[in-house]
């Protein structure tokens, strides 16, 4: 088998440094026998280069895998010793980093560890107080509790964490803070998420009067957000906001009736 492989290569390998002599590959207007050997050629040579490409693919994705569990092992270690600066880099990094090599519920957990740590402030050492972009993001990590389906709990907010995190948004110097550790798209995923939280926290118990609230959301949204958000903007809190409170999607019927206010 080895030798009808090295056969095939060397085969191969002629059949297409010969058509590379008399006529250009990339070209359109080959000879009929120079795409003949071409494609006798690429025959030839797929049954080798296929596995060799699939081996590769395989052994890299091994050593990624295993990259991201050392990295895991490595900030578990690093949290369990209350290193403020683990506990920092996670609060900004743990939920998004290695997310198609880790489980979700595996970031999520080191996230909230590294919050309640945070929050918790037993430091080794006589550390500087960690910035308030971090606390925001230690209580806002805390604001949101997942569906334990073992215990039967349904998701829920915190409202308290919910407040806590509003607030510390409010200090225009935390959220210079915040742009500063976040990318773009995860400042502003950040928030309206909170704006979400904060809007469905305010909404009324029952949900029919809920659904008439949120008729009005975008609108609403303009009170709770902190900068000159855009239409769009507030929408998408408010898609949010719908989640949150009612545990779906937001309908599009409800989404189609939303219009930005006459200038």
Not at 59 to 67: F, G, I, L, N, V
Request: charged share 20%; aromatic share 8%; proline share 5%.
């Amino acid at each position: 088998m080895g030798r009808l492989l090295r056969i095939l290569c060397l085969a191969s390998i002629a059949l297409l440094s010969g058509c590379a002599s008399n006529c250009n590959i990339l070209s359109s207007s080959n000879s009929g026998g120079c795409d003949a050997m071409l494609m006798g050629g690429m025959i030839l040579a797929a049954p080798i280069l296929a596995p060799v490409a699939l081996f590769s693919d395989a052994a890299s994705d091994a050593k990624t895998k295993r990259m991201a569990q050392e990295w895991k092992a490595s900030m578990e270690t690093r949290l369990a010793a209350n290193d403020l600066e683990a506990i920092q880099e996670c609060l900004v990094k743990c939920e998004s980093a290695w997310k198609y090599e880790l489980d979700y519920s595996i970031r999520r957990q080191l996230n909230l560890d590294a919050a309640t740590r945070l929050i918790a402030g037993n430091w080794p050492g006589n550390p500087s107080k960690p910035d308030q972009a971090y606390l925001l993001l230690a209580h806002n990590a805390l604001s949101w509790q997942s569906r334990d389906r073992e215990n039967d709990i349904p998701p829920a907010l915190v409202p308290a964490e919910v407040t806590r995190s509003y607030s510390l948004l409010k200090d225009a110097t935390t959220r210079a803070e915040l742009r500063k550790l976040l990318s773009p798209s995860r400042y502003q995923s950040l928030i309206s998420t909170l704006y979400g939280k904060k809007f469905a926290m305010g909404a009324p118990q029952s949900d029919e009067a809920a659904h008439t609230h949120f008729q009005q959301c975008p609108v609403k949204m303009a009170d709770i957000a902190l900068e000159d958000e855009s239409f769009l903007g507030r929408r998408i809190a408010c898609r949010y906001a719908y989640s949150y409170r009612f545990h779906q999607s937001l309908p599009k019927e409800m989404e189609s009736q939303w219009k930005p206010a006459a200038s």
